[in-house]
């Protein structure tokens, strides 16, 4: 079992900054890819950030320019910086995890509890 845990969030101005983190814990064999996503009431989660297959960060195109994801392996840990956070960047965001179980394969994917990011205006 792998545990995602995710911090950072909170309320902040328009304008504003924040920086989430998730950790991942558990019975890690390797860690495939760690992603964000984002759900407000009534719609579906979205992705908001993550990594292609060769490695390079993509984005949800709202967050182009304004939202950085980065990685440390060594730690199982992801992290997205959020700058200049607009009101419709509110929501509760959540750390997704695809972990490979074994050398011969078998994934399992995992999800923080999610963290709620509220930007005032």
């Known amino acids: 079992q792998v545990q995602l845990v995710e911090s950072g969030g909170g309320l902040v101005q328009a304008g504003g900054s924040l920086r989430l983190s998730c950790a991942a814990s558990?019975?890690?064999?390797?860690?495939?890819?760690m992603d964000w996503y984002r759900q407000v009431p009534g719609k579906q989660r979205e992705l908001v950030a993550g990594?292609?297959?060769?490695?390079?960060?993509n984005y949800a195109d709202s967050m182009k320019g304004r939202f950085t994801i980065s990685r440390d392996n060594a730690k199982n840990t992801v992290y997205l910086q959020m700058n200049s956070l607009k009101p419709e960047d509110t929501g509760v965001y959540y750390c997704?995890?695809?972990?490979?179980?074994?050398?011969?394969?078998?994934?399992?994917?995992?999800w923080g509890q999610g963290t709620q990011v509220t930007v005032s205006s």
């Open positions: 997704y995890a695809l972990h490979q179980n074994s050398p011969g394969g078998g994934y399992g994917s995992y």
């Open positions: 558990g019975r890690i064999f390797k860690i495939v890819r």
């Open positions: 990594f292609t297959r060769d490695g390079s960060a």
